[in-house]
């Protein structure tokens, strides 16, 4: 979370990452939620991301999403990618195909000082090892709950559980999703410079 409000004082309004963490499995129990959250409700960033990683609670996650005012904009796609799949049909907030309507939502809650950010969910290439991955992910989780590890120790035994089972092959995949969304975030932190440029320019003129 650190690292988007560092974005926000530099003035970038545009932060790329591999997946968003969320409500974690048996979150509304435990209370075990990832404060990732809370940074998107309070720092006015726009995160470009694989949705969130399917370790978690993904409809409870979209839910503190949409309590805390963020919006979830599916590029190219109209369901919440699951980090390693393309999603099972999870609806995002809205679908925008082309980087300058991403720009123009995050243009306009910052002309509405809303004071929050935005995720903007890129599904990740195609791959064949995804259901060797899931695979791993459910057997990775019942080993966590057997073995009673939980809270802040979970993530990390999760994922280098799920890269043991696949092999290193879910690390490719991350590697592969992480680039892909690096690519969209320059796309649309481009179309958003430009819009800002073109704003300015107005305003400029329209002082003569």
């Known amino acids: 979370p650190g690292a988007r409000v560092q974005c926000h004082r530099a003035g970038i309004r545009v932060f790329c990452t591999g997946g968003i963490g969320g409500v974690h499995r048996g979150g509304h129990i435990s209370l075990?939620?990832?404060?990732?959250?809370?940074?998107?409700?309070?720092?006015?960033?726009?995160?470009?991301?694989?949705?969130?990683?399917?370790?978690?609670?993904?409809?409870?996650?979209l839910e503190v999403l949409e309590t805390k005012g963020v919006p979830v904009v599916g590029?190219?796609?109209?369901?919440?990618?699951?980090?390693?799949?393309?999603?099972?049909?999870?609806p995002v907030s809205c679908r925008c195909d082309t980087p300058e309507e991403v720009a123009r939502i995050l243009r306009a809650q910052s002309d509405l000082a809303l004071g929050s950010g935005a995720v903007i969910a890129v599904q990740p290439p195609l791959s064949d090892e995804v259901v060797r991955?899931?695979?791993?992910?459910?057997?990775?989780?019942?080993?966590?709950?057997?073995?009673?590890?939980?809270?802040?120790?979970?993530?990390?035994?999760?994922?280098?559980?799920?890269?043991?089972?696949?092999?290193?092959?879910?690390?490719?995949?991350?590697?592969?999703?992480?680039?892909?969304n690096a690519e969209t975030a320059g796309a649309v932190a481009a179309a958003y410079a430009r819009l800002e440029a073109a704003g300015r320019s107005s305003t400029h003129t329209s002082r003569l």
Do not use: M, W
């Open 32 to 61: 075990d939620v990832s404060a990732d959250l809370e940074e998107l409700g309070r720092t006015p960033v726009a995160v470009v991301c694989a949705g969130a990683k399917s370790i978690l609670d993904l409809p409870r996650t």
């Open 75 to 90: 590029y190219r796609t109209s369901s919440f990618p699951e980090f390693y799949s393309r999603g099972r049909g999870l």
């Open 133 to 180: 991955i899931e695979r791993a992910t459910a057997q990775a989780l019942e080993e966590a709950e057997a073995q009673g590890i939980a809270g802040r120790n979970i993530t990390p035994f999760l994922l280098a559980r799920i890269s043991e089972l696949t092999d290193g092959i879910s690390l490719q995949a991350n590697i592969t999703l992480a680039l892909n």
